[in-house]
């Protein structure tokens, strides 16, 4: 599967943004999805998954309560509504497909390209 992230851009802290991933060559729902982070000089961390039904989802601490992980598997979409943003959200935001309801980004075989996300203070 091929997975295309966008929706990234500037904002200031407190803002939100929602981004967006389109996938294409297999259909969505044979998926479990996550949604990933970078910032400059760190290691990719976790940020939400998505069970295959879109029934189970799952966070990182530092995102609960102000992320929200969705899917619209009849339009081949994975969305990551983002509020409440704070500088240490900065980060190219990636998403991924596997086969595994996991937070570990080795459960994932398809990564699409990052999506920057830039939060001022």
């Known amino acids: 599967v091929q997975l295309q992230a966008s929706g990234g851009g500037l904002v200031q802290a407190g803002g939100s943004l929602r981004l967006s991933c389109a996938a294409s060559g297999r259909t969505l729902s044979s998926y479990v999805m996550g949604w990933f982070r970078q910032a400059p000089g760190k290691a990719r961390e976790f940020v939400a998954a998505i069970s295959r039904t879109g029934i189970s989802t799952y966070y990182s601490d530092s995102v609960k309560g102000r992320f929200t992980i969705s899917r619209d598997n009849a339009k081949n979409m994975v969305y990551l509504q983002m509020n409440s943003l704070k500088p240490e959200d900065t980060a190219l935001y990636y998403c991924?497909?596997?086969?595994?309801?996991?937070?570990?980004?080795?459960?994932?075989?398809?990564w699409g390209q990052g999506t920057p996300v830039t939060v001022s203070s």
């Open positions: 991924a497909a596997g086969a595994a309801f996991s937070g570990r980004g080795t459960s994932y075989d398809s």
